[in-house]
């Protein structure tokens, strides 16, 4: 039994002393966690547009009066192109998806038409006549965009929206005239303007271009499609009404879309640094 004890103790002792002549180093190294910062942009924006529009009226017919009374098309009717403003408020949901509702408005868009038939200079005809017209228009509509990502700070998109228009046709004057003699004419006749609300829904195309961290330029196509409505009242002696079969408006835009709280970073605590044993 000694002899066991005395083998232990001397065991004990070597292992000892082999510790302290050789001791091993235990080495800290210093971890520090960093944190990105994280941008605090609301969601919200402010657009600002201008545009310049191909006008296509889909058409125009009217009530033609006196004793052979029934409803005929306009052989011809153009509008002419004209420039838009808009304005709008929106709201970027997530990094694809965002809203906006938008109130522009069309400028004066010129209006010519003609009819044939008989007229009070010759009412056998052939007499053909001139329609002079113009039309302003409000749009107020709620739109929905994708983006598809943003490559060298241009993010292309496409959208899609619905909502209303305010036609303003101003007062139409209709000269009819013989058609081989343009200086033997009938009195001009002057028909009232209608105003009238109609349905509308747009497809847009286009990209945004980052200028700055809360900026963006916007550059775009919009198609809008305006349903039928009325457009000129009955004349003095009974002539008219006329109505238009509606709009298709091709429109090329540029805006510039301000971003709220775009530039700002969410504020965090600097963390303290973690020492971490390392054992060689």
Same mark, same amino acid.
């Given at each position: $039994?000694?002899?066991?004890l ?18 091993t180093?235990?080495a800290?190294? @210093?971890?520090?966690? =960093? ?22 009226? &889909? !058409?125009?017919?009217? +009530? ?14 153009? $509008?002419?192109?004209? +420039? ?13 998806l965002?809203?906006?509702? =938008? ?5 004066k868009s010129? +209006? &010519? ?7 009070g200079?010759?009412?056998n005809?052939?007499? @053909? ?8 228009? *409000? ?6 965009y ?28 209709? =000269?009819?005239?013989?058609t ?14 209608k105003?009238? *609300? ?7 195309? !286009? ?14 196509? &919009?198609?809008? &499609?305006?349903?039928? !409505?009325? $457009? ?6 009974? !002539? ?29 605590a600097?963390p303290?640094?973690v ?6």
């Amino acid at each position: $039994m000694k002899s066991v004890l005395s083998s232990i103790a001397v065991l004990l002792a070597t292992t000892g002393a082999s510790l302290a002549a050789d001791p091993t180093p235990v080495a800290y190294e @210093t971890v520090v966690e =960093t944190v990105s910062p994280v941008s605090q942009s609301s969601g919200w924006y402010l657009r600002g547009d201008a545009g310049y529009s191909a006008n296509k009226i &889909r !058409g125009a017919h009217f +009530f033609q009066g006196g004793s052979a009374a029934f409803d005929r098309d306009f052989d011809s009717a153009k $509008m002419k192109s004209s +420039f838009g403003l808009g304005g709008g408020v929106g709201y970027q949901i997530n990094e694809v998806l965002r809203t906006d509702a =938008t109130l522009d408005y069309l400028f004066k868009s010129d +209006f &010519r038409g003609s009819t044939t038939g008989g007229c009070g200079v010759l009412p056998n005809g052939p007499c @053909t006549s001139r329609d002079i017209s113009s039309m302003t228009a *409000w749009s107020l509509m709620a739109n929905a965009y994708v983006d598809f990502g943003t490559w060298y700070s241009i993010t292309p998109y496409v959208g899609a929206g619905i909502g209303g228009t305010r036609i303003n046709w101003k007062g139409l004057t209709n =000269t009819s005239c013989e058609t081989g003699n343009p200086l033997n004419c009938d009195a001009s006749v002057d028909h009232g303007g209608k105003k009238s *609300w109609r349905f509308t829904y747009a497809l847009m195309a !286009g990209a945004s271009v980052d200028l700055r961290c809360d900026l963006k330029a916007d550059i775009g196509y &919009r198609y809008r &499609r305006v349903t039928k !409505g009325d $457009m000129f009242a009955y004349d003095r002696v009974g !002539g008219g009404p006329g109505f238009d079969r509606g709009f298709n408006i091709h429109e090329g835009r540029v805006g510039l879309r301000y971003l709220f709280n775009a530039c700002e970073y969410q504020a965090y605590a600097e963390p303290l640094p973690v020492e971490m044993p390392v054992y060689k």
